[in-house]
């Protein structure tokens, strides 16, 4: 099973991707992210630091992708181990339609074109929410953040999101990120509990 957690930046998918270790830990899932689960993603910070060119650093996410479907995804879930994603495909969807606007023409056919008959897509994806302003008081100062991390860019990823949730009912959970982080944390431990234990019901049957 594969599960992917979603949201903007200073949402706090990566506290959640954290504390669902100590919360699962019986489970033993494989605990993995975009970008960085392989070296590509080495080549995708660097990238994205020296801001070198939106379609570099947009195909660069993709390979990155590949790479961790190869090299991670596809042999845990073959194992029958439970996947959890910090970061997944929605996060191209979402942020590479803002940063290849006016670039290419339709960034998010382009994108869903380009992972189209191989990516795997998540059984359940949790979609961290909460006004901008909040996620922007808990990213670091103005001068050291990445150029992802900008009120007008992050409005519109959100927007992006939220949209991608209205499509797809069935696949996302929208998570209140405003809600203390233990109680995030334990909603979703158990939403992942409960659909492990679905699993293992259905396959008996
Ligand atoms: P991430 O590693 O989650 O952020 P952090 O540095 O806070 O741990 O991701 C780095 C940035 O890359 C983040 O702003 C979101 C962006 N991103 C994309 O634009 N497209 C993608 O496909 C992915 C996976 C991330």
Redesign the pocket.
Known sequence: MLITLEGI?GSGK?SLHAALKELLSDLDPVFT????ATWVGDQVRRA?AEQIDPITEATL?VAD?AAHLAKVVRPALAEGRLVIS???SD??FA??SV?LQGIVPNPEGWMRAMHNGWTVIPDKTFLCVLPVDDALTRLKPDSQR?H??KRETLEKVQNNYLSYARNEPGRFVIVDAMLPRETVARFVADAIRMMVAEGKKKRKR
Do not use: N, V, W
């Open positions: 930046d990566s992210r975009e970008p960085g994205i996410f992708h910090d970061r997944y996060s191209r942020y590479q940063t990445e992802f991390e």
